[in-house]
């Protein structure tokens, strides 16, 4: 079992014990003799800034059904709770239940950090689930989270921009190019701001190639294959041709505010940032923002399955409750309400048939991106693929370094995390 905590991480671990995040998990609770439910539920929610305060008032709707619980909702920023979480579970303090980025659930899970679903209420009716929602739930043959929201990536554009350019959503990369010089000659504008400090971006591009970070059924290293390279010089030429501005750190708010204020006609992201676009003086009227497909590459279009997971604390002093929360917040109704507040992708089969998803655009534009995107493999150390990809992403976009030695520097470092890989 991979462990990976240090002295130092157990220090860490010790003073956020301490903190206002604080899991009260040692909160004695369960079923009463008539089968009510007790005690307090402590859950870490990952969402972002505005998401956060509809997950709030949805958790608070747990204790109508059951009023003899307290659930105490902590917000934790996502950059943190990964390692909040690991070092919160080796003091024997973590939450009771936390929302997990699909790639932390089976690292979490391999450390034995979560209590294993099958059998418990939390996956009431789980053949419900969209399939390709479950992936990232399961390991080493057992179910340790339940999916509560799905998600993809396309490219946003402002629609105004792209109409007084006299152009279309770009289908593939050589129109990606074609459309920016024309935005750049008709409303000196960049076409697309291309966020170069979060390797998450750059998936697409390499999917789109035909490239993947590994193989996890031959247990083979594939970024550093030709498809990586050709991934890593697209990048390249989008920024060397002008197509797109970037950054090496601030990516999100410099992303975000040049999209929102109008200074770039277009952007990829997901529907998690929906909420925020609309925010923008640009998006003023709503119906100014569009939404299409990644641009292919040359081999595919491709877009990464992304996600976030309900999963409970192997060590929570309140199992019943927990599991009884995790439902709750995973169910038809929950999901539709969400799908109506935020156009974040439900993970049932059924809520989309709810009004609130069918009335959301963004989820009915989503829905078939979702079914075809590209799956990340499921690996416990599926998240720490990133930090090394991260950085020769960066540096290829900011010059510091080749396509083919980014994609070799980044194959060298997976060897040495995926011991005994090819």
């Not at 289908?171 to 459309?179: M, R």
């Amino acid at each position: 079992m991979r462990r990976g905590i240090t002295a130092t991480a157990l220090v860490a671990a010790l003073a956020l014990a301490a903190t206002a995040c604080g899991s009260d998990s040692k909160t004695e609770g369960g079923t009463s003799s008539g089968g009510e439910l007790s005690g307090t539920v402590t859950w870490w929610d990952t969402s972002n800034v505005g998401e956060d305060k509809v997950f709030k008032k949805l958790a608070e709707g747990f204790t109508k059904k059951h009023p003899k619980v307290k659930v105490k909702y902590v917000t934790v920023p996502f950059g943190e709770a990964q390692n909040k979480f690991k070092n919160a579970a080796e003091a024997g303090d973590a939450p009771d239940v936390i929302r997990s980025e699909v790639a932390w659930t089976p690292d979490f899970a391999s450390l034995s950090y979560l209590a294993p679903l099958d059998g418990t209420p939390a996956l009431k009716n789980q053949d419900d689930f969209l399939k390709q929602a479950v992936g990232s739930t399961k390991y080493d043959g057992k179910t340790y989270a339940v999916p509560q929201v799905i998600d993809s990536m396309g490219i946003f554009y402002n629609k105004k921009l792209l109409d007084k350019a006299g152009v279309k959503p770009p289908a593939d990369l050589d129109e990606l190019k074609s459309a920016a010089a024309k935005i750049k000659d008709k409303t000196g504008k960049t076409g697309l701001y291309l966020r170069g400090d979060d390797p998450y971006f750059f998936l697409s591009f390499l999917y789109g190639e035909g490239g993947d970070l590994v193989d996890a059924d031959s247990k083979t290293v594939t970024v550093d294959k030709p498809e990586g390279v050709k991934a890593f010089k697209a990048v390249k030429d989008l920024v060397d041709s002008g197509t797109a501005k970037t950054d090496a750190s601030d990516g999100w708010e410099n992303m975000m505010q040049s999209f929102k204020n109008g200074d770039v006609a277009m952007m990829i992201n997901g529907p998690w940032a929906v909420a925020d676009t609309l925010t923008g003086k640009e998006f003023t009227d709503k119906d100014n923002l569009g939404i299409a497909p990644v641009p292919a590459g040359s081999a595919a279009q491709g877009a990464p399955q992304g996600g976030h997971n309900l999963a409970v604390y192997a060590a929570s002093k309140n199992l019943d409750a927990s599991y009884a929360f995790v439902e709750y917040m995973t169910s038809v109704e929950s999901q539709a309400h969400i799908a109506g507040e935020l156009n974040l992708l439900p993970t049932r089969t059924s809520a989309y048939a709810k009004k609130e998803a069918v009335n959301s655009e963004i989820v009915g534009f989503f829905k078939p991106v979702v079914e075809t995107a590209v799956q990340r493999p499921w690996i416990p150390e599926g998240g720490s693929l990133f930090a090394p990809l991260g950085i020769e992403y960066t540096k290829v976009l900011t010059g510091q370094t080749t396509p083919e030695k980014a994609a070799k520097s980044t194959g060298d470092a997976y060897r040495k995390l995926l011991k005994d890989w090819k």
